[in-house]
């Protein structure tokens, strides 16, 4: 059964409004809440085959943080093509996946993230984290979905969202 976590960025600085928006590092706040999520992932067994990721600043240092909480060795793509797309794009990209990848992950920004996540979550998914989906897909939050069939069919409604989980929901 093919899974997708879709992972949003950690909060990003705005400390410096000079640095163009691609750029821009984690806050410090981010950098604590990336920490949170790489013990949360590692405890809870994640193991993604893919992941794909934004070359977005923000996306790549979350993802550093992350991998202790992920295998080594990792297949990590990191595309510009993930940056500022929405929903229809990100799908059309996760069809192109490889069915020899069962597990991906996709670290990326939002409204994207948010809307794919709430457009794949079919009547099946778990009604708490459709209900935190629903309140907002904020920095650091990481939902999991599950589907029958193959990356290339995935389409609207075919997922069952099992996981929905903050940063703040780790503390």
Not at 62 to 68: G, N, V
Request: charged residues 25%.
């Amino acid at each position: 059964m093919p899974t997708l976590h879709l992972l949003r960025h950690a909060k990003s600085s705005w400390d410096d409004l000079r640095v163009r928006d691609h750029d821009r590092p984690l806050s410090d706040r981010g950098e604590r809440a990336a920490a949170a999520m790489a013990a949360y992932m590692r405890q809870s067994g994640i193991a993604p085959d893919l992941v794909l990721c934004s070359s977005a600043r923000r996306t790549v240092d979350t993802l550093a943080r992350l991998r202790s909480g992920l295998p080594d060795p990792l297949t990590v793509e990191t595309r510009r093509e993930l940056y500022e797309v929405g929903a229809d794009d990100l799908l059309e990209l996760l069809r192109r996946v490889p069915d020899t990848a069962g597990v991906v992950m996709l670290v990326g920004h939002n409204p994207g993230l948010e809307d794919l996540a709430t457009a794949l979550a079919g009547p099946d998914s778990d009604p708490g984290a459709r209900k935190a989906l629903a309140r907002k897909f904020s920095t650091g939050a990481l939902a999991t979905l599950a589907f029958d069939g193959t990356w290339a069919t995935l389409a609207a409604g075919d997922a069952r969202l099992t996981r929905f989980i903050t940063p703040k929901d780790l503390v």
